[in-house]
């Protein structure tokens, strides 16, 4: 089936207030837009929908949170009208189709409302991950402009509570732009204190509100602005569309992840990130199946069997998650000995993602469960997968080391340096010809430019991904590094480019470099090296504690910065470039090369003892070539 007939037969699988009769505008690219002329609601799709196609009654959503002892569900019409009362809220604040709100809250399903809500009024939702410290929620604030902000008083993490409050607070006062009213949800575990005129309490608000029906919304007209990653401190506001979100989504659901209506479907990821946004909110219920907001970890809350408790007491059939959290599963529980304390018939199949599975992860996973363990290949870009084995339409062998082929709708391509197609095994640039499908990235919010340098400049024709890899004889893809600075921690996207940014602003550095070094849980960690000013007398490790405090102000403990150490000086070459390759191959103990343009040699040697003091470099590993 042609790309464009594919879409044109799933856009009929979603509810439309005018069917669209043009599939696909061309007419400025990289600027494509799908069902140009359609018109939808997105909520409508998840929920009045469903409801109206007889399953107001099967459980919509399960909130399973270990760490406040909290179960509860909600069935398709108690959701429905929740988010039709929250939307009346929201209403009642003056959000409107078009405005933006922010949304910064934990895994709790009044996150998952606020954004339903959103949809119904039109109004465009830009969740930010609660792990972000106050600075990059404001920068989001300026960026996004938001009318309203929804937060709530705090999230809860294992060891401590983390208040949000006063980092909602912090971030308004640093921000230019002020939203005109924040509604706050009020844990019990702790309050928050609320700003007269400006701060709302989510109950109260509720207790007097009126439902509020879908407002149609152009097929184009944004559903959501999700910020991510880029080279610099300034993150990429990622814009998603509606109706080929829906469509994309929807589809996906059976096609890739073989998931139907009624069916339990879990992505133990949170709302903050994309796979939250499109499989643990619309996805699932686009498909009229059951998601699962889970506030916990797979270890420590309370155990390494907490997974599989979640997976036998709802029925789970599909499960979604990074392998970070299994790899963290299988240190504290090799052998699998809470796995055999429950029931898990009712799996079906794993799917990991948001960083490379190594195969040792897979096969332990795939052993453990006897089930389809799939690797699959996507991006907050994209918003779903650009390489699966798609179960729904036929399970291929499955390869370690490999996200399979690419999903229909996207035509992944290897090209080198010059733009020519590599040959099969060999290792270039991941591009996906244009047109991207239905659901991907349409823009970069307040940043057009952007959006066409960052992706579609470089190859002309193509989307670049961002990462590199290679295709096998058998058109499997594998996916191997990335190509820019962005590193992968515990399947987080961070930007080493903006740790650098934080770390330079400490008035004793003189310059700084960021690197990714290889971590056994969670994939990547960032490792940072300090030159410090001429005539700093305090003591380097006064420095590095204060620069640990930093990153953690300014970027948030998600960034899981604690690897830090003074130089004399950093490896360059002769024209002033730091040799950040470099070193990360010695931390991480590869192979490599002394870089021909090397300024001065002997620094290296310098740096691989201060490497090893940090634990890494191991001495028994390999060297220079
Ligand atoms: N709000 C506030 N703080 C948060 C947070 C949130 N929503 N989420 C994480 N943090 C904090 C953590 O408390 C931790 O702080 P600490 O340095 O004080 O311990 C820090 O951010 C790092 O968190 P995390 O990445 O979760 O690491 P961890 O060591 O607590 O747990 C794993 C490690 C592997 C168990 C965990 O990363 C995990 O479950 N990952 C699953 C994968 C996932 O969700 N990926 C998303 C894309 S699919
Ligand atoms: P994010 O935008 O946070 O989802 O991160 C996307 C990046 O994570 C990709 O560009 C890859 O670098 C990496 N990634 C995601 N899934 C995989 C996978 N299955 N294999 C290898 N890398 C992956």
């Known amino acids: 089936?042609?790309?464009?007939?594919?879409?044109?037969?799933?856009?009929?699988?979603?509810?439309?207030?005018?069917?669209?009769?043009?599939?696909?505008?061309?007419?400025?690219?990289?600027?494509?837009?799908?069902?140009?002329?359609?018109?939808?609601?997105?909520?409508?799709?998840?929920?009045?929908?469903?409801?109206?196609?007889?399953?107001?009654?099967?459980?919509?959503?399960?909130?399973?949170?270990?760490?406040?002892?909290?179960?509860?569900?909600?069935?398709?019409?108690?959701l429905l009208d929740e988010v039709a009362r929250f939307a009346g809220v929201l209403a009642g604040q003056g959000v409107g189709k078009g405005d933006r709100v922010i949304i910064y809250m934990p895994m709790v399903p009044e996150a998952l409302i606020a954004m339903l809500a959103c949809a119904r009024l039109g109004a465009v939702h830009s969740?930010?991950?609660?792990?972000?410290?106050?600075?990059?929620?404001?920068?989001?604030?300026?960026?996004?402009?938001?009318?309203?902000?929804?937060?709530?008083?705090?999230?809860?993490?294992?060891?401590?509570?983390?208040?949000?409050?006063?980092?909602?607070?912090?971030?308004?006062?640093?921000?230019?732009?002020?939203?005109?009213?924040?509604?706050?949800?009020?844990?019990?575990?702790?309050?928050?204190?609320?700003?007269a005129g400006r701060d709302l309490n989510w109950a109260e608000a509720m207790a007097s509100a009126e439902p509020v029906a879908c407002v149609p919304v152009?097929?184009?007209?944004?559903?959501?602005?999700?910020?991510?990653?880029?080279?610099?401190?300034?993150?990429?506001?990622?814009?998603?569309?509606?109706?080929?979100?829906?469509?994309?989504?929807?589809w996906s659901m059976k096609n890739v992840y073989d998931t139907d209506p009624g069916d339990v479907y879990w992505a133990a990821s949170d709302v903050g990130w994309v796979v939250g946004h499109s499989y643990?909110?619309?996805?699932?219920?686009?498909?009229?199946?059951?998601?699962?907001?889970?506030?916990?970890?797979?270890?420590?809350?309370?155990?390494?069997?907490?997974?599989?408790?979640?997976?036998?007491?709802?029925?789970?059939?599909?499960?979604?998650?990074a392998p970070t959290a299994f790899r963290a599963i299988k240190k504290e529980d090799p052998e699998g000995k809470y796995l055999k304390q429950y029931d898990l018939s009712c799996l079906q199949s794993l799917f990991l993602a948001g960083e490379r599975c190594d195969p040792s992860t897979l096969s332990w996973a795939q052993d453990k469960l006897g089930v389809p363990v799939i690797d699959h290949w996507w991006q907050t870009e994209t918003g779903w997968p650009i390489c699966s084995n798609c179960l729904g339409i036929e399970l291929?062998?499955?390869?370690?080391?490999?996200?399979?082929?690419?999903?229909?709708?996207?035509?992944?391509?290897?090209l080198d340096e010059n733009g020519e197609q590599m040959p099969a095994g060999e290792i270039g640039a991941l591009v996906v010809k244009e047109?991207?499908?239905?659901?991907?990235?349409?823009?970069?919010?307040?940043?057009?430019?952007?959006?066409?340098?960052?992706?579609?400049?470089?190859?002309?024709?193509?989307?670049?991904?961002?990462?590199?890899?290679?295709?096998?004889?058998?058109?499997?893809?594998?996916?191997?590094a990335r190509t820019d600075d962005v590193i992968?921690?515990?399947?987080?996207?961070?930007?080493?480019?903006?740790?650098?940014?934080?770390?330079?602003?400490?008035?004793?550095?003189?310059?700084?470099?960021?690197v990714g070094v290889a971590d056994v849980m969670k994939g990547q960690l960032p490792l940072g090296l300090l030159v410090l000013n001429a005539g700093v007398e305090r003591s380097a490790d006064e420095i590095v504690a204060e620069s640990i405090q930093q990153m953690r102000d300014r970027i948030g403990p998600v960034a899981a910065f604690k690897l830090c150490a003074v130089v004399e000086r950093l490896p360059k070459t002769r024209s002033g470039k730091i040799l950040r390759g470099t070193m990360r191959s010695i931390a991480d103990g590869e192979p490599w090369k002394m870089p021909a343009t090397i300024d001065d040699p002997t620094i290296l040697e310098e740096i691989t003892a201060t490497l090893r003091e940090l634990g890494y470099a191991d001495p028994s590993a390999a060297t220079v070539q």
């Open 488 to 514: 992968n921690v515990a399947g987080h996207r961070l930007s080493t480019g903006a740790m650098e940014e934080v770390l330079a602003d400490h008035p004793d550095v003189a310059e700084c470099a960021v």
């Open 127 to 195: 969740v930010v991950f609660g792990g972000f410290a106050s600075n990059e929620l404001a920068v989001r604030i300026d960026d996004a402009a938001p009318r309203a902000i929804v937060s709530a008083s705090c999230g809860v993490e294992p060891t401590r509570i983390v208040p949000y409050k006063p980092l909602l607070d912090a971030a308004i006062d640093l921000a230019e732009h002020k939203p005109d009213s924040c509604i706050i949800l009020q844990r019990p575990m702790q309050e928050a204190e609320l700003q």
């Open 435 to 480: 047109p991207l499908p239905p659901g991907t990235f349409t823009t970069l919010w307040n940043a057009e430019d952007r959006y066409v340098s960052a992706y579609f400049s470089r190859y002309p024709g193509y989307y670049e991904t961002g990462d590199a890899g290679y295709i096998d004889d058998n058109g499997y893809i594998f996916v191997m």
């Open 218 to 250: 152009a097929a184009n007209d944004p559903l959501y602005i999700l910020y991510t990653s880029g080279t610099t401190g300034q993150p990429k506001g990622v814009v998603r569309d509606t109706g080929g979100s829906i469509v994309a989504l929807k």
């Open 396 to 414: 291929l062998p499955i390869v370690p080391g490999s996200p399979a082929r690419p999903v229909p709708g996207y035509d992944v391509q290897v």
């Open 280 to 321: 643990i909110v619309y996805g699932p219920l686009f498909n009229g199946s059951t998601t699962v907001i889970y506030e916990g970890k797979p270890v420590g809350t309370p155990d390494p069997g907490a997974f599989w408790r979640v997976i036998s007491e709802y029925g789970v059939k599909v499960m979604f998650t």
């Open 1 to 78: 089936m042609s790309n464009l007939s594919l879409w044109q037969q799933a856009a009929q699988d979603i509810h439309w207030y005018q069917a669209p009769e043009c599939v696909l505008d061309d007419s400025n690219p990289p600027f494509y837009r799908w069902f140009a002329d359609g018109t939808t609601n997105a909520c409508y799709n998840a929920l009045d929908l469903q409801v109206e196609e007889g399953r107001g009654e099967q459980d919509a959503l399960i909130y399973d949170s270990p760490v406040t002892d909290t179960k509860r569900r909600y069935t398709y019409a108690e």
